[in-house]
């Protein structure tokens, strides 16, 4: 029962993570004048929180379904699950803000995970500008 639960919550993450950056994609900036709106800058920091929270609930699920996809220097995150928790969250937002500092590594399929994570951490703005412009240009040619 334990198991299902925790692949509910990976599935549950990886949704979470897809409709938040398809949000990103598709919400249509407020323009006051020449300026961007707060509204903007708050979906994009959601955004970021979403997709950080999601990658972490993936690397909890996956430890606590004995697939060791994290290290703390040379020992394996663990011990409680608040230990575990606090690891996990403070590696997937430090990977997908900065790639990482090196102080948390990630072993097998989590290696492969956090790279999408970063990739998702340098899309993510390219997507924001890329949105604005367009949206932007759209609003000049209907002037």
Same mark, same amino acid.
């Given at each position: 029962m334990g198991? !299902? $639960? @925790?692949?509910?919550?990976?599935? &549950? =993450?990886v949704v979470g993570i897809i409709m938040s950056v398809l949000l990103l994609l598709k919400s249509r900036p407020?323009?006051?004048?020449?300026?961007?709106?707060?509204?903007?800058?708050? !979906? $994009? @920091?959601?955004?970021?929180?979403? &997709? =950080?929270?999601?990658?972490?609930?993936?690397?909890?699920?996956l430890e606590l379904l004995n697939v060791k996809v994290l290290t703390e220097?040379?020992?394996e995150v663990g011990g409680s699950f608040f230990h575990l928790l606090e690891d996990a969250m403070y590696f997937?937002?430090?990977?997908?803000?900065?790639?990482?500092y090196g102080d948390i590594t990630p072993l097998g399929i989590g290696?492969?995970?956090?790279?999408?994570?970063?990739?998702?951490?340098?899309?993510?703005?390219?997507?924001?500008?890329v949105s604005t412009v367009f949206h932007f240009k759209e609003k000049v040619k209907a002037n």
């Open positions: 198991d !299902i $639960l @925790l692949f509910l919550v990976m599935i &549950v =993450a407020i323009f006051h004048g020449k300026q961007l709106s707060i509204r903007n800058f708050f !979906i $994009l @920091l959601l955004v970021y929180v979403t &997709v =950080a929270v999601g990658f972490g609930c993936i690397y909890i699920s220097g040379n020992y997937s937002s430090v990977t997908i803000l900065s790639v990482g290696r492969w995970i956090a790279m999408l994570e970063a990739f998702f951490g340098y899309l993510l703005p390219t997507a924001f500008v």
